[in-house]
């Protein structure tokens, strides 16, 4: 499986942008795929996921109420929408994907990660 992840840029505080992560090759194998952002001097942390086949989604806390991820499975592609955009928010995000049910979202347990887009929010 690859992923490609596209969007992204800058924009102020309180702005909106959106990202997307595009799948391609045995998409069959994917049962669940994330966002996860890396700010510049800290480790890159789970900021949202989706169940591929259900659809349902859960979220860090940092996030819930702002940003929504979603899916286009004709696509084979997520969508993540980041509204009320933070300075905080500022940093790559890269989407993954996991092969099968993980309890947790430590990077170890995503199979694949795409490239990484940047987002800045500036204040």
């Known amino acids: 499986v690859q992923l490609q992840a596209s969007g992204g840029g800058l924009v102020q505080a309180g702005g909106s942008l959106s990202v997307s992560c595009a799948a391609s090759?045995?998409?069959?194998?994917?049962?669940?795929m994330a966002w996860f952002r890396q700010a510049p001097g800290k480790e890159r942390e789970f900021v949202a996921g989706?169940?591929?086949?259900?659809?349902?989604?859960y979220y860090a806390d940092s996030v819930k109420g702002r940003f929504t991820i979603s899916r286009d499975s004709a696509k084979n592609t997520v969508l993540f929408q980041m509204d009320s955009l933070k300075p905080e928010d500022t940093g790559v995000y890269y989407c993954?994907?996991?092969?099968?049910?993980?309890?947790?979202?430590?990077?170890?347990?995503?199979?694949?990660w795409g490239q990484g887009t940047q987002v800045t929010v500036s204040s």
């Open positions: 993954a994907a996991k092969r099968r049910f993980r309890s947790s979202d430590f990077l170890s347990d995503y199979d694949y």
């Open positions: 090759g045995r998409t069959v194998n994917i049962y669940q």
């Open positions: 989706i169940y591929w086949s259900y659809g349902s989604t």
